[in-house]
């Protein structure tokens, strides 16, 4: 194969790889493991536990690229990701979840930095840049969405 037909096979291969932008997905198993590469044989890097949100950037064989909250560039294979459910607090200080979608409401709850919170309802025009979420133990809230990863 030629060095142009060889390079415009890989820019073909890699426009439909890429996923789109802003697709989110969770992990499904209760340990998932992140590599260095798109494969069983790269290094491993960490894991993941069940429903942590992951940015999909790129869909290859089997396997996602993938951006964490923290901005970790990994590879999980895709078997181990579901549909995304959750968000994760990515603010460094906690963030205030409050009884209604306006900053001068009163606050439920306090969520701290990497908290996974199950997504209610994403932000609509009646809600502005907020998020309904709900904590663990059952308090439901709004949150700011550049508070949230997985949005």
């Given at each position: 194969?030629?060095?142009?037909?060889?390079?415009?096979?890989?820019?073909?291969?890699?426009?439909?790889?890429?996923?789109?932008?802003?697709?989110?997905r969770?992990?499904?198993?209760?340990?998932?493991?992140?590599?260095?590469?798109?494969?069983?044989?790269?290094?491993?890097?960490f894991?993941?536990?069940?429903?942590?949100?992951?940015?999909?950037?790129?869909?290859?064989?089997?396997?996602?690229?993938?951006?964490?909250?923290?901005?970790?560039?990994?590879?999980?294979?895709?078997?181990?990701?579901?549909?995304?459910?959750?968000?994760?607090?990515?603010?460094?200080?906690?963030?205030?979840?409050?009884?209604?979608p306006?900053?001068?409401?009163?606050?439920?709850?306090?969520?701290?930095?990497?908290?996974?919170?199950?997504?209610?309802?994403?932000?609509?025009?009646?809600?502005?840049?907020?998020?309904?979420?709900?904590?663990?133990?059952?308090?439901?809230?709004?949150?700011r969405?550049?508070?949230?990863?997985?949005?």
């Open positions: 194969m030629s060095a142009l037909r060889s390079w415009a096979f890989v820019a073909v291969a890699t426009f439909f790889a890429v996923a789109h932008a802003d697709e989110f969770q992990t499904s198993d209760a340990a998932t493991i992140a590599y260095e590469g798109p494969s069983t044989r790269a290094t491993k890097q894991l993941y536990s069940r429903g942590t949100p992951l940015e999909v950037l790129v869909q290859i064989e089997g396997w996602y690229k993938v951006r964490d909250a923290q901005g970790a560039l990994v590879w999980v294979e895709r078997k181990a990701l579901g549909e995304r459910s959750q968000v994760q607090v990515k603010s460094n200080a906690p963030v205030d979840a409050l009884a209604a306006d900053s001068n409401a009163a606050i439920v709850f306090r969520a701290e930095s990497g908290v996974l919170l199950t997504l209610v309802a994403a932000p609509t025009p009646a809600t502005g840049p907020f998020a309904q979420v709900r904590h663990r133990d059952g308090q439901t809230g709004f949150i969405v550049e508070a949230l990863f997985g949005l």
